[in-house]
């Protein structure tokens, strides 16, 4: 897997919140919310581009689109 950002739509490492699941309860056991990391899903693949292979990092989203516009 590649890291970083999608070449092609530029998508990179979103950032949100994880809360537990239980909610209700005293303030000793109120719902942990932890920091945590939207990755794109990034692989290196070789497109074809007027007659030359050119290598990108491309996310899974654009791929498929790609495949379905050729």
Same mark, same amino acid.
């Given at each position: 897997?590649?890291?970083?950002? *999608?070449d092609? *739509?530029?998508k990179?490492?979103? @950032?949100? &919140?994880?809360i537990?699941?239980?909610?209700g309860?005293?303030?000793?056991?109120k719902?942990? #919310? #932890?920091?945590r $990391? @939207?990755?794109p899903?990034?692989? #290196?693949?070789?497109?074809f581009i007027?007659?030359?292979?050119? &290598?990108?990092?491309?996310c899974?989203?654009c791929? #498929? $689109?790609?495949?379905?516009?050729?």
């Amino acid at each position: 897997m590649a890291s970083g950002a *999608c070449d092609v *739509c530029g998508k990179t490492t979103q @950032f949100g &919140r994880h809360i537990r699941h239980t909610h209700g309860g005293r303030w000793e056991r109120k719902a942990t #919310k #932890k920091s945590r $990391t @939207f990755r794109p899903n990034v692989h #290196k693949h070789r497109i074809f581009i007027g007659g030359s292979s050119l &290598r990108v990092n491309i996310c899974t989203r654009c791929l #498929k $689109t790609l495949v379905k516009s050729a």
